[in-house]
């Protein structure tokens, strides 16, 4: 976010009035060890949680000499320190003992033979894989697991040889990731430590098996998993640095009842819709999810904080939109969900488990990008909680997922502009004008922040004469595909809602034309993304996305058939229902019902 201006105070690009940002965090924040983002008068997790924000007071050490009166504690020279977890647990026995103190853990560790090793060259030599940048283990957890733990952990198996580093990475090495690791988030109190009461453990009984469902018994339903997670799950993964929905999700599901029937009905209508695979069995699927969620929606306090079930419910929103091409309606149920499941996660004690790293957390970015899909699609704001400790409106360095995410919130913002406050009048014209610069500024600030790993490998214009429409663009991974297509998207709304823009006299003319042009340009920039990044899916969906809001500009008929075929192929190949796009855009172009078949 551009830094204030000194004089007159500066309105954030998502929030009314303005705000300023503190040199330093809030008191109830730095209590609890989180990261505030220190808005004033009041931060965003205070707001969430409707608390007092109070400032802390800056502490600064006195290096002035003591006096010679000053007395000193005597303490032994060997020490003893114990974990005081185990203590609480009454498991004081079972303690282990550190002998010995050290301040800080260095960005490196010793092998034992006065060499010090990086974490990744230990990845490098134990994977025999190329050296990357990785995050830096401290010695005190070098046997954790790396995910944060959620409510639910504790009776869910977490097999940590199923995923290995190598399977954990992104395909492409050279992704950038965080040179420092974060602070470890604090432990979370287990589902079952924090729901003794008899309807909890009858709830409890309802969603997790005792015994994991492996193997299972059909053969049928073995083929359905598997190709949820070698097709579909990298749908969900595509900005995620964990790979959540990949290497979280199934073993997870053995226990889950609704985790795994979801991923089956999701299969089984992907299959439906792209082969000659049983339509029915979709149905049947998703019907044993109904059974076990409908008669616990009235236990919200406990099935909110769910993580497995949050992330049942957005691989039942993906089933959902595939289900419109049947029904022809959209119900939107399962978004409506998600959004509960955000409010829930990023306000009282909720906030304790929606963390970065935890599958609650993989599960926001997917939902975001689902609402982002449904309101560019509806003309409508996003209606998704955009003010929480994961979402990051920075312009610092990052890693290439977080570079990703951002751009994914500033596209966000930008409908809210569009299709919210910004437009409405609520905020008057100046207000609006200045709403729009500063998203504007972001947009652009956005593209000269971003690391070299986002420059395409490969990148050429189309060529008229050949029949070519849109532009190659190569990119090495996913993230930075649909990272570029967001901002673009972005950039596309600001452009098409921009206040300045003259309203009558030949200057109107003149700037329409002007703008249309810019449209037309960056529409076939994200076609060109999504058709030469078909790896990843969820870049097919964006290019659509951006044809359904503004194809219309388009005059050309070659334009408009090439733009009429990634609807068509998006469809056939990925279950997107885009029949109801392509008739507003043929009705539209003037286009008769014989360039369809």
């Not at 015994?211 to 969900?236: C, G, T």
Request: with cysteine; proline share 7%; net charge negative.
């Amino acid at each position: 976010m551009p830094s204030p201006k000194t004089g007159s105070p500066k309105k954030s690009p998502t929030s009314r009035p303005a705000n300023f940002i503190a040199p330093l965090g809030c008191q109830n924040c730095r209590d609890q060890h989180l990261k505030c983002d220190r808005v004033v008068p009041i931060c965003g997790r205070c707001a969430s949680n409707n608390k007092e924000c109070t400032r802390g007071y800056k502490f600064r050490i006195n290096n002035g000499p003591f006096s010679r009166k000053q007395k000193w504690i005597k303490i032994p020279r060997r020490l003893r320190f114990i974990d005081e977890t185990c203590v609480a647990s009454g498991e004081l026995d079972e303690c282990p003992i550190v002998e010995g103190f050290q301040d800080d853990w260095p960005d490196s560790h010793s092998d034992g033979s006065g060499t010090f090793q990086t974490a990744a060259t230990i990845m490098t030599e134990a994977t025999g894989s190329l050296p990357v940048q990785a995050y830096p283990t401290p010695p005190e957890a070098s046997a954790m697991h790396a995910r944060a733990h959620s409510p639910t952990d504790r009776f869910i198996p977490h097999d940590d040889h199923l995923v290995s580093p190598s399977r954990a990475l992104p395909p492409f090495q050279s992704i950038a990731v965080p040179e420092v690791m974060p602070p470890l988030l604090p432990m979370v109190p287990s589902f079952e430590m924090e729901t003794e009461d008899p309807e909890a453990r009858a709830l409890r009984s309802k969603l997790y098996r005792d015994e994991d469902a492996w193997p299972l018994q059909s053969k049928e339903e073995a083929m359905l998993f598997r190709h949820y997670i070698q097709n579909l799950s990298i749908w969900l993964d595509v900005c995620d640095l964990c790979q959540s929905f990949e290497t979280v999700v199934p073993p997870r599901a053995g226990r889950c009842k609704v985790l795994l029937n979801a991923i089956f009905a999701l299969s089984a209508k992907h299959l439906a819709h792209t082969t000659n695979y049983d339509p029915y069995a979709s149905d049947r699927y998703h019907q044993e999810c109904l059974t076990v969620l409908i008669p616990i929606l009235a236990h919200e306090h406990h099935t909110l904080s769910d993580e497995n079930l949050f992330a049942a419910t957005i691989i039942l929103r993906v089933w959902e939109e595939m289900e419109v091409k049947a029904s022809g309606v959209d119900a939107h149920s399962y978004l409506l969900g998600i959004k509960a499941f955000v409010h829930h996660g990023t306000g009282g004690d909720g906030s304790r488990y929606m963390m970065p790293g935890s599958l609650s957390g993989a599960a926001f970015w997917v939902g975001l990008r689902q609402e982002i899909y449904s309101a560019v699609m509806n003309q409508e704001p996003v209606r998704i909680n955009l003010v929480h400790s994961l979402v990051d409106r920075g312009l610092l360095p990052t890693d290439d997922f977080s570079w990703a995410n951002r751009a994914v919130v500033h596209c966000a913002d930008v409908l809210n502009f569009c299709f919210g406050d910004g437009t409405q009048g609520a905020m008057g014209r100046a207000g609006g004008i200045e709403w729009w610069g500063e998203l504007e500024e972001y947009n652009r600030r956005w593209t000269e922040s971003l690391p070299s790993s986002f420059t395409p490998i490969y990148q050429r214009e189309s060529e008229r004469e050949k029949g070519e429409v849109f532009p190659e663009i190569w990119y090495q991974s996913a993230c930075h595909a649909l990272g570029v297509q967001h901002h673009l998207l972005a950039e596309l709304f600001l452009v098409s809602f921009d206040p300045k823009l003259p309203r009558m006299g030949a200057q109107r003319k003149e700037a329409t034309k002007r703008i249309n042009e810019r449209i037309q340009t960056v529409v076939k920039k994200v076609c060109g993304i999504g058709l030469c990044n078909r790896y990843t899916p969820p870049s097919m969906f964006t290019a659509c996305m951006a044809i359904a809001a503004f194809g219309d500009q388009f005059q050309d008929r070659q334009d408009q058939e090439a733009c009429l075929d990634i609807l068509k192929r998006t469809e056939k190949d990925h279950a997107r229902p885009t029949e109801a796009v392509q008739q507003q855009m043929m009705k539209s172009w003037d286009m008769s019902d014989e360039v369809r078949s």
